[in-house]
């Protein structure tokens, strides 16, 4: 590449406009018909020396060139230049770029980043896993560094088909997650927690309460209704079609299974659903109308109800809990497991059965019972049949009643024997027994 056609790559400050807060990289290049051509950065840190280090590497992968092959590129250099080349073509949103460069970003801090592509094997990878979860003492959630390392295969494979790289992805097992000890809420404890919302700022969260503990919707589709998802005739309905998500500032997405979700709900809840303000939002957030009410404050809602009703384990329910609730719940009152997918928008049966895992209290105490129950009533069925069971023996157990007769009948049967031994015996060579042998017969 020539000189004039380099990429150069500098530090810039944070810039007042913007409220920025971190340092960033500005790279730019004259292109051949003379125009300048700019690309910029986030570093996400305040560190020079850390800046600088990204700095180099970034500039060392926007000059690779189309010969990168050749000069052995790093999995970060790869995963830059795809982003590049996707951008330029204009073929990504501004949230998939971002997300991507979050991908980019945290590669370049893992020991990959040294590594030629040459002499990268799946050990390297592995570690590297281990590096993108733990994340320098800050461990990150394993749905997301699954999905960094997805992003990775996209960029290789990518880079494969342009003969940028000279083999295909290693193969390498699937960050699962881990087991959850999260657990369903008691149905004893959804009741406590929505007679606590009553009272809880005048009623304020009540609403919202409800709504999560009887429809089963996730946090995000709740707090983000508006009026036209609400039909308030004689028979109240209610749809999710967006769902609220509060990562970084916030934003609008699809529900997870990309499909709105209608259900009937009773006329209590419909009374309890308050007016929407100008933006059509039921739950506005106070600071900002046109946003929704944060998820933080949800959370934080159901931390001091679970307090106030001095639930055991805290630490194993979440706002995901009034989710499995319900789930466990209709199943346990005999609801059809398609119907009730229907109102969760579960399209997956084993991610809906795993919600009813760690069921607790009344759940098991509901199973036990059931089963006491059972037997109860086929002891009683059994008592039925035996009407030979003498009056004085009511009160005492079948298997002892049975056994009691058992022992009288041995008894009587040992006495006829000891009876027939006392007899005298019949004369030699046969003939009539005795007359006394034979009236004793």
């Known amino acids: 590449m020539k000189e004039q056609f380099r990429w150069k790559v500098y530090i810039s400050k944070p810039r007042e406009r913007t409220r920025e807060r971190v340092l960033s990289l500005r790279a730019k290049r004259r292109t051949s018909s003379g125009k300048w051509e700019e690309l910029r950065l986030s570093t996400e840190t305040t560190d020079r020396t850390e800046a600088e280090r990204l700095r180099a590497i970034w500039e060392s992968d926007l000059n690779a060139g189309p010969q990168s092959s050749l000069k052995d590129p790093t999995l970060p250099g790869i995963i830059r230049r795809w982003i590049d080349k996707e951008a330029l073509s204009k073929q990504l949103s501004p949230n998939t770029i971002k997300n991507r460069e979050a991908v980019y970003k945290a590669f370049s801090k893992t020991s990959l980043a040294e590594i ?18 733990r994340n320098d003492g800050k461990p990150r959630k394993r749905n997301t560094a699954r999905s960094y390392f997805q992003q990775a295969q996209a960029a290789w494979t990518w880079a494969h088909r342009r003969k940028l790289v000279n083999r295909a992805w290693p193969k390498l097992d699937k960050i699962t997650n881990a087991k959850t000890e999260k657990r369903p809420y ?12 009553k009272t809880y700022l005048n009623g304020r969260w009540e609403a919202v309460l409800t709504l999560l503990a009887d429809t089963g919707a996730r946090v995000g589709a709740v707090i983000g209704l508006r009026e036209r998802d609400i039909k308030r005739d004689p028979n109240p309905a209610i749809t999710y079609r967006k769902q609220w998500i509060g990562k970084d500032n916030g934003a609008w997405c699809d529900l997870k299974n990309k499909e709105p979700r209608s259900m009937p709900i009773t006329p209590e809840i419909a009374k309890l659903l308050p007016k929407p303000n100008l933006h059509g939002l039921l739950f506005p957030n106070c600071r900002s109308p046109k946003r929704p009410v944060a998820i933080e404050s949800v959370r934080d809602v159901l931390k001091r109800a679970i307090k106030a009703i001095g639930v055991l384990d805290p630490e194993n329910l979440d706002t995901h809990s009034l ?23 579960h399209k997956d049966i084993k991610v809906y059965h795993a919600y009813q895992q760690n069921a607790r209290c009344d759940e098991l105490g509901e199973a036990v019972k059931a089963v006491s129950d059972r037997r109860k009533q086929a002891g009683e069925q059994a008592k039925a049949c035996l009407p030979h069971v ?45 007359p006394a042998a034979a009236a004793a017969a």
């Open 116 to 133: 030629p592509i040459s002499k990268l094997t799946e050990s390297h990878l592995l570690d590297g896993q281990g590096e993108i979860l």
């Open 186 to 197: 008691t149905d004893e404890e959804v009741y406590k927690i929505l007679e606590w919302s």
């Open 323 to 345: 989710r499995r609730a319900w789930v466990t719940t209709a199943y346990r009152a005999g609801v059809p497991t398609n119907t009730a997918r229907r109102v969760t928008g």
């Open 390 to 434: 003498s009056p004085k023996l009511e009160g005492e157990s079948l298997f002892y009643a049975d056994q009691t007769a058992a022992h009288d009948l041995t008894l009587k049967s040992a006495s006829i024997t000891s009876s027939l031994s006392a007899l005298p015996s019949s004369p030699a060579g046969g003939g009539a027994p005795a």
